[in-house]
C-alpha cells in the first residue's frame, strides 16, 4: 500500500523560495515513477513536474528554470525545490506515484497524497 506524505508548504513573498517534500512509505520507491502536481482554486490539476526511479525529469514550461525535481531513494523521498516564487505559483501541491516511467497525464497515477498548500505573495 502506498501512503504519500507532503511538507513543507508555507507562506512566502514573490521571489523567495521553498522546498517540498514527499515521503513515500509502504512501497517499494526505488521503481516508482514520481510526480509533483498542483491545482489553484478553480483550475485543473496540472503537472509541475516528474521524476522516474532513475533520474529522468520532465517539467512543466511555466516552472523550468525555477523548480528542480529530485529524489532520495534511500530516504523514499522526492523534493520539489521551488525557487523565484511568482503569486501565480500560489495553489496545493500533491505528490503523486506510479509504476514504471513518468507519465504526464494525471489520470495515470493511482497513487496521491493530500497536498500542501503553497501561497506566493505578492
Known amino acids: 500500500q502506498v501512503q504519500l506524505v507532503e511538507s513543507g508548504g508555507g507562506l512566502v513573498q514573490a521571489g523567495g523560495s521553498l522546498r517540498l517534500s514527499c515521503v513515500d512509505s509502504?512501497?517499494?520507491?526505488?521503481?516508482?515513477?514520481m510526480g509533483w502536481y498542483r491545482q489553484a482554486p478553480g483550475k485543473q490539476r496540472e503537472l509541475v513536474a516528474a521524476?522516474?526511479?532513475?533520474?529522468?525529469?520532465n517539467y512543466a514550461d511555466s516552472v523550468k528554470g525555477r523548480f528542480t525535481i529530485s529524489r532520495d531513494n534511500a530516504k523514499n523521498t522526492v523534493y520539489l525545490q521551488m525557487n523565484s516564487l511568482k503569486p501565480e505559483d500560489t495553489a496545493v501541491y500533491y505528490c503523486?506515484?506510479?509504476?514504471?516511467?513518468?507519465?504526464?497525464?494525471?489520470?495515470?497515477?493511482?497513487?496521491w497524497g493530500r497536498g500542501t498548500q503553497v501561497t506566493v505573495s505578492s
Open positions: 503523486a506515484a506510479r509504476g514504471g516511467y513518468y507519465s504526464t497525464d494525471v489520470r495515470d497515477y493511482p497513487y
Open positions: 509502504g512501497s517499494i520507491f526505488s521503481i516508482n515513477a
Open positions: 521524476i522516474t526511479s532513475g533520474g529522468s525529469t
